[in-house]
């Protein structure tokens, strides 16, 4: 079974924290994806990558920047959080292109 | 860009009542995916379609694949109260490295 794990399930920070949010995939995955999910507008993505140290902009990359040191890991960083990036974010890992995606849990983030 | 829109927003039917969602995309599409997200959980993923008018059938429930790749259907018969969650397409448009791009998401309310 395909596993993808977030290192937190929520999360509370204040406006202008440096916010780290760790996503890592235990089945060999080349592309990891991040997305926000907020109601009314679906998942969103925010990053994704396609190999190690290879990133693509996704469609809200604005605020956000995203590391893959390691094949299996993917980080999302928010710089400096603002309350507008109060939302769920799911990380995705699938192993080719046109394949399942496979989610995480979530981390539902609060900044207040 | 690519956009995917999907309608209604919300459902809420009788157990036993069917049920059906609908995506409509901007451009052709390469693929369509389908996942379903319980409510706290994170999105699973139900099937994928990739041919030109394809019809797909999982017990219950039924996807179905313009002929143009342009829309896609879900339809559950009879819908029972597991069925309750929200239903999300994702077009894959060929773009860079197999990017998705999802539907705002159906949630399903079943009355038992």
């Known amino acids: 079974d395909v596993k993808v794990t977030q290192s937190s399930r929520y999360l509370v920070k204040r406006t202008g924290e440096k916010v780290f949010l760790e996503c890592v995939q235990d089945?060999?995955?080349?592309?990891m994806f991040w997305y926000r999910q907020d109601p009314g507008l679906g998942l969103r993505l925010i990053y994704f990558?396609?190999?190690?140290?290879?990133?693509e902009k996704g469609d809200i990359p604005e605020g956000y920047s995203v590391s893959r040191e390691k094949k299996e890991r993917f980080s999302l960083i928010l710089e400096s959080a603002s309350t507008n990036q109060t939302s769920m974010y799911l990380c995705?890992?699938?192993?080719?292109?046109?394949?399942?995606?496979?989610f995480g849990p979530g981390t539902r983030l609060l900044v207040l | 860009g690519q956009q995917v829109m999907q309608i209604p927003q919300y459902q809420h039917v009788q157990e036993g009542e069917d049920f059906t969602t609908y995506c409509n995309s901007s451009?052709?599409?390469?693929?369509i995916q389908w996942y379903k997200q319980r409510p706290g959980g994170h999105p699973v993923f139900l099937i994928q379609?990739?041919?030109?008018?394809e019809v797909k059938k999982q017990k219950r429930l039924t996807f179905q694949f313009g002929e143009a790749k342009k829309n896609s259907s879900l339809h559950i018969t009879a819908t029972q109260t597991t069925d309750v969650g929200t239903y999300f397409c994702?077009?894959?448009?060929?773009?860079?490295?197999?990017?998705?791009?999802f539907g705002q998401g159906t949630i399903l309310t079943v009355h038992p």
């Open positions: 089945m060999d995955h080349e592309n």
């Open positions: 451009t052709t599409l390469s693929n």
């Open positions: 379609l990739v041919k030109s008018g």
């Open positions: 990558s396609y190999d190690v140290k290879m990133k």
């Open positions: 994702a077009g894959g448009g060929g773009t860079s490295y197999g990017k998705l791009t």
């Open positions: 995705a890992s699938r192993i080719g292109l046109e394949e399942t995606q496979y």
